[in-house]
């Protein structure tokens, strides 16, 4: 992936020139640019050697010199330490500029986080479906350019089509947007943190994205049982639930997260004493809440079920209501885990001292 992009910034001027631009913030002169990998750089404080991906350098229109160091990722994880480094290569020069190029937006947002301890150049973050649409722009009349956008389209690095109000109206006439809905699904799994949730449920061998009772959801299931088994994703059929869409109709979709459990299970009425305890403060964080004994929640398995209207959160771009969705499920669950007391009753879900 580094060469062909390397190569294509080589061969496609118009592209080169604008994504430069979009670091640079200036005019270039586009004749002078010269594109290396794995240029070999002296770490002084290990006395080692450092190979930064890509180093681009060239003159300004002004006259003045640049230099472009670029680290690409497709699945690693990102490094601040080995951004460090390359920043550390950077220190005196004039015009010094850091590029962190990656797939994934867990690793857009952490590189994004540390950018303030940049300290010799400054420092942009992109993700490769950011790069895909200044490629497509610039692709005319190179046809390399065109086999890397094909081969970036199937590897799922280009920019995915937002959920939108229309799809939402005809998914509940025909139900076409459930590949859509198993995307999302995936992005929220793969490419956001669930840290907050309870230490129990972060074993990623519990961990699943499930399509049945009317649900799309990742499940986190309490290893070793099943009993107090987290579910997070979209309602879309509420006939096994049991509970009214959070618009209160028989037909829409909602983001939801609940908590189940075994109706005769030893220790449900203390969950539910954790449970309830929480209600208030969970109402506040938007959506609406059922529970057990509320008289509108009929699904004997339910301890608690918070929901809200996915229409609510489908403004902007993916990216942008992916984290919509995200923030609403982790102020949900900062109101029922942060002190840890629903956690507790929970693993004591089936517990002979329960």
Not at 21 to 45: A, C, F, H, M, Q
Not at 220 to 244: C, E, M, Q, R
Not at 257 to 282: C, D, F, P, V
Not at 326 to 341: C, K, M, P, V, Y
Request: glycine share 6%; with cysteine; proline share 3%.
């Amino acid at each position: 992936m580094t060469e062909a992009f390397v190569h294509t910034l080589r061969l496609n001027a118009a592209f080169r020139a604008e994504w430069l631009r979009s670091i640079i913030g200036k005019e270039i002169d586009s004749e002078s640019v010269e594109v290396s990998t794995r240029t070999t750089y002296k770490n002084e404080l290990t006395n080692t050697s450092i190979y930064p991906d890509i180093r681009i350098r060239g003159d300004l229109a002004s006259g003045a010199t640049f230099t472009i160091l670029v680290e690409v990722k497709w699945d690693a994880p990102y490094s601040f330490d080995q951004i460090a480094k390359y920043d550390r290569l950077l220190a005196g020069s004039l015009e010094a500029h850091l590029v962190f190029i990656c797939a994934r937006s867990l690793q857009w947002r952490a590189a994004r986080q540390n950018a303030a301890r940049i300290q010799h150049a400054r420092f942009h973050v992109f993700k490769w479906e950011q790069i895909f649409e200044q490629l497509q722009r610039a692709s005319y009349e190179c046809a390399f350019t065109e086999e890397l956008i094909g081969f970036m389209r199937n590897q799922g690095l280009n920019p995915g089509e937002p959920i939108t109000l229309e799809m939402t109206a005809a998914y509940l006439v025909a139900k076409p947007f459930m590949p859509r809905l198993e995307r999302y699904a995936n992005k929220l799994m793969h490419e956001f943190d669930w840290g907050f949730l309870p230490h129990a449920y972060r074993d990623p061998s519990k961990l699943d994205i499930r399509s049945r009772w009317g649900r799309l959801a990742l499940e986190f299931a309490p290893a070793p049982s099943w009993n107090g088994a987290i579910t997070i994703g979209f309602l879309y059929d509420n006939s096994d639930h049991k509970v009214p869409f959070a618009d209160g109709s028989g037909n829409s979709v909602d983001l939801f997260m609940r908590i189940e459990a075994q109706s005769s299970i030893a220790g449900r009425s203390a969950a539910n004493k954790a449970i309830n305890a929480k209600l208030t403060g969970l109402r506040e964080t938007g959506g609406v809440v059922r529970y057990e004994g509320d008289g509108i929640n009929r699904n004997s398995h339910t301890l608690v079920i918070v929901q809200r209207s996915l229409t609510d959160l489908l403004v902007g771009n993916e990216d942008e209501q992916l984290q919509q969705m995200h923030d609403q499920i982790l102020r949900w669950s900062n109101a029922l885990f942060a002190d840890g007391t629903v956690a507790e009753a929970l693993a004591k879900l089936g517990s002979p001292a329960a």
